[in-house]
């Protein structure tokens, strides 16, 4: 929740929309959410608020919440609309909002339909997935560091943001939209048939370590102790696997001696842990330098255990065109990705973010025609900086 609507802007932003984020007059509860650097600068805040522009108000006074309520229904095609993780209530409700501008658009984003306090974590402990992750032999649940469906409800949120814009477009009405974390994980665990599984009395999914359920994939390590995962989802992958590794013959028997065909993805999982000792041997044996030599030369799905330290370091080097040098007036210059979507072959790339109510003054003055006597009045009752 609390990654899914910055990100949900942040997507908007790099999609060309004129994003305006308000947060309190003191901060929000993410302006100091880690990793920090060097400073204490907030680097989580930097990465989700690039290319946004950033309004402070004092929301406990009703003169901030209607700033507020009249920035978001203020006039204009691109206006009325707006995207939140927190309470709508009284002047900034769906209902009054409405009142002011029939046609307004309210996305909402919560951590379960009923109310309670979610956060991605919890609701990935509700939905089962940590009790399969990890090794087989520790039966502890293990956490998804990453914040899955926080990411999963942001870009969701900034779909229907947009699929709201369209419908009104079209017929001039305005939506309520709302969407929870823990519906989006209940979602997931739909589509990728585990609700029914659940149901209808499929064999349970049991922690395995590093492998893959349903197909063959594992981590395997090379005679230099590097490690690295492979996966063998596909028949090309999994013949590409097999002449990368010279274990062409050696598999061939092994399948005729289980009565298994090794080119149908069920019985390569099947056979995964008799698999995997034929394969341990073979990559053991091999120096990384000729394991990624040959996985390449055979078109094998597989990559390097990285750290985070070394992907950046790795990424930045090979000059990786989603990559571009950001300068930061708070945190530096550093490398950060542009958008992920490419429109006719090129990428936008917003600027930095900005700092807590940065454009408190030029926002009001250009969307409320607020002048600097009205601007200065507010300052001096403490309802902006």
């Known amino acids: 929740m609390f990654v899914a609507a910055p990100l949900g802007g942040l997507i908007l932003a790099e999609l060309g929309a004129d994003i305006v984020r308000v947060d309190p007059i003191h901060g929000s509860l993410d302006r100091g959410r880690w990793p920090l650097d060097s400073a204490g600068h907030s680097l989580y805040w930097a990465g989700l608020n690039r290319g946004k522009r950033s309004v402070a108000l004092e929301l406990?006074?009703?003169?901030?919440?209607?700033?507020?309520?009249?920035?978001?229904?203020?006039?204009?095609?691109?206006?009325?609309?707006?995207?939140?993780n927190l309470p709508l209530r009284n002047q900034l409700s769906y209902e009054e909002l409405r009142r002011r501008r029939p046609d307004v658009i309210v996305v909402r984003i919560v951590g379960d339909r009923r109310g309670h306090s979610q956060?991605?974590?919890?609701?990935?402990?509700a939905m089962g997935f940590p009790l399969v992750t990890g090794p087989a032999d520790d039966p502890r649940p293990v956490n998804n560091v990453t914040p899955a469906w926080d990411i999963a409800t942001g870009t969701l949120a900034a779909a229907a943001l947009l699929g709201a814009v369209l419908r009104r477009a079209r017929t001039g009405e305005g939506a309520l939209v709302e969407i929870s974390l823990e519906d989006v994980a209940l979602s997931a665990l739909g589509y990728l048939g585990r609700l029914a599984a659940a149901q209808l009395g499929v064999a349970p999914q049991e922690r395995d370590g590093n492998m893959i359920y349903g197909s063959f994939g594992r981590d395997f390590s090379s005679a230099d102790g590097r490690r690295l995962m492979i996966t063998a989802l596909t028949p090309h992958?999994?013949?590409?696997?097999?002449?990368?590794?010279?274990?062409?013959?050696?598999?061939?028997?092994?399948?005729?001696?289980?009565?298994?065909?090794?080119?149908?993805?069920?019985?390569?999982?099947a056979a995964r842990y008799a698999i995997g000792e034929i394969l341990e041997r073979a990559f053991a044996a091999l120096p990384g330098e000729e394991i990624e030599s040959r996985l390449d030369a055979a078109g094998a799905c597989w990559a390097w255990y990285?750290?985070?330290?070394?992907?950046?370091?790795?990424?930045?080097?090979?000059?990786?065109?989603?990559?571009?040098?950001?300068?930061?007036?708070?945190?530096?210059?550093?490398?950060?990705?542009?958008?992920?979507?490419?429109?006719?072959?090129?990428?936008?790339?917003?600027?930095?973010?900005?700092?807590?109510?940065?454009?408190?003054?030029?926002?009001l003055m250009e969307i409320l025609a607020l002048d600097e006597p009205q601007l200065d009045a507010l300052a001096q009752r403490h309802v902006i900086p």
């Open 119 to 125: 956060v991605d974590y919890t609701v990935n402990a």
């Open 306 to 363: 990285r750290s985070f330290e070394e992907a950046a370091g790795q990424e930045i080097d090979g000059r990786n065109p989603l990559l571009r040098e950001l300068i930061d007036p708070e945190v530096g210059t550093y490398f950060a990705p542009a958008s992920p979507v490419q429109v006719d072959r090129r990428a936008s790339f917003s600027g930095p973010a900005p700092a807590h109510g940065q454009q408190t003054r030029e926002v």
């Open 237 to 269: 992958q999994w013949r590409a696997l097999r002449v990368a590794t010279g274990t062409s013959d050696e598999l061939d028997l092994l399948g005729k001696r289980l009565d298994l065909r090794f080119e149908e993805e069920g019985d390569r999982f």
């Open 60 to 84: 406990t006074s009703d003169v901030g919440r209607s700033l507020l309520a009249s920035l978001v229904t203020a006039p204009g095609a691109d206006g009325g609309i707006l995207m939140s």
